[in-house]
């Protein structure tokens, strides 16, 4: 069984001060984790995947398999970061094949204030 | 089109009745997901299909629910006999490809609610 659990429902930061979304996961077997993001009144949209080890609009997340975390960071948020974050994990079997279907967390709510 | 679209938008209906739920993914892509995402959980995987065929079903929550893909585009999914639990927001994404290795794009979803 897989599963994702982001402990945070909301987070609220001020413009400038750096911010860390929260996600821990479980999977018996090698997994692929992402950050999706829905900003107001548009579709859900993929921010980020650790296999890319990009940073995209500043956000960065590692991978870390012996916490098994996936922690989304940005040093300095922005106004227009406010948005609903989702951490999301999909298997990989013996092969190497993904299976394509994702587990999704909770998600968090990020609120940044000016 | 640009991308996924889903119809209708908003769907209401009593219980007990019988609705369909319309996909249409980016042209081209051969992976098509359905997830269901009720008040304050994140998408909930249903189904997903590579071309015409189902390759995973597991996530339907029983056999109320049922998806086809005839012709490997266009997906419609079914709900027999609605129940009040079913109210949720449905999403439909497609990707390239299987698997994680291509993003998968979203669809504005469908908000179903069952009186």
């Known amino acids: 069984a897989q599963r994702v659990t982001q402990p945070e429902k909301l987070l609220s930061v001020f413009k400038g001060a750096p911010v860390e979304l929260k996600c821990n996961y479980s999977?018996?077997?090698?997994?692929?984790l992402f950050w999706y993001v829905q900003y107001s009144r548009q579709r859900l949209q993929l921010l980020l995947r650790h296999i890319s080890r990009e940073s995209i609009k500043g956000f960065t997340a590692d991978l870390n398999k012996g916490e098994t975390s996936f922690h989304l960071k940005k040093p300095f948020a922005q106004e227009e970061d406010s948005a609903m974050y989702y951490c999301?994990?999909?298997?990989?079997?013996?092969?190497?094949?993904?299976?394509?279907?994702?587990?999704f967390g909770q998600g968090t709510i990020l609120t940044v204030h000016p | 089109g640009a991308g996924v679209s889903q119809t209708p938008s908003n769907k209401v209906t009593e219980k007990g009745k019988y609705v369909e739920l319309r996909c249409d993914p980016i042209?081209?892509?051969?992976?098509l997901y359905w997830y269901r995402q009720s008040l304050g959980q994140g998408p909930e995987f249903l189904i997903y299909f590579q071309g015409t065929g189902a390759a995973d079903d597991s996530g339907l929550p029983n056999d109320r629910f049922f998806a086809v893909r005839p012709e490997g585009s266009v997906s419609t999914l079914k709900i027999q006999r609605t129940e009040r639990g079913d109210s949720a927001v449905y999403l439909c994404?497609?990707?390239?490809?299987?698997?994680?290795?291509?993003?998968?794009?979203f669809g504005d979803g469908t908000r179903l609610s069952i009186l």
């Open positions: 994404a497609s990707s390239s490809v299987q698997g994680g290795d291509q993003p998968q794009h």
């Open positions: 999977y018996s077997g090698s997994p692929e």
């Open positions: 999301a994990l999909s298997g990989r079997n013996a092969g190497g094949t993904s299976y394509g279907k994702l587990t």
């Open positions: 042209s081209g892509h051969t992976a």
